[in-house]
């Protein structure tokens, strides 16, 4: 059996294990937030599809690799990778837009929840989750260098669009 309520940076998608060491809420906020005038390279995403406006969006850069990509927050940092987290309330209208610090230019991988819930946890039922380059999702997490980006010298735009459950499958919603 599957648990449904599993840490983001443990979990992507219904089928991925989880973590041995417990995600940390605060770990890679202060790297990534991003200050008014600051200059260097950071990701400024637009967030799409949002199914409504409950919840916080949480923004993760992972190293653009293999055994980096989702791995747990604490062990990244305990190993000096880069790991940074921007969360926010969703606002009330508009189209979300977030900002991420990133220690360098480069490709770094980069996910998004849309949390609905409020309980820090990846619910893949109640939950919308995307990625840089917005790769098509299936049971397992995307390869890595569908989900990743690549950072300028300053603030670099990209798009995420969210994906949510559709009866057996995980998909962007169908706007009529």
């Known amino acids: 059996m599957i648990a449904a309520t599993l840490p983001v940076a443990a979990v992507a998608l219904p089928f991925m294990a989880a973590a041995v060491i417990p995600s940390t809420p605060d770990l890679g906020k202060a790297a990534g937030k991003c200050r008014p005038d600051e200059k260097g ?15 916080e969006l949480k923004l993760e850069v992972y190293p653009a690799t293999k055994d980096g990509f989702l791995e747990d927050d604490n062990i990244l940092v305990s190993e000096g990778k880069t790991f940074r987290r921007v969360e926010v309330p969703v606002p009330a209208s508009g189209t979300p837009q977030l900002c991420i610090r990133v220690p360098g230019a480069g490709p770094y991988a980069v996910s998004l929840l849309h949390d609905r819930n409020d309980d820090r946890k990846f619910n893949w039922t109640i939950d919308g989750i ?3 380059g917005n790769p098509h999702l299936g049971w397992s997490k995307p390869d890595v260098d569908k989900a990743t980006a690549t950072a300028g010298d300053g603030p670099t735009p990209i798009t995420i669009v969210l994906n949510y459950r559709h009866g057996l499958g995980v998909a962007p919603l169908r706007k009529d």
């Open 41 to 55: 390279p950071a990701f400024l995403v637009t967030v799409n599809g949002l199914k409504d406006r409950k919840g």
């Open 130 to 132: 995307g990625f840089a």
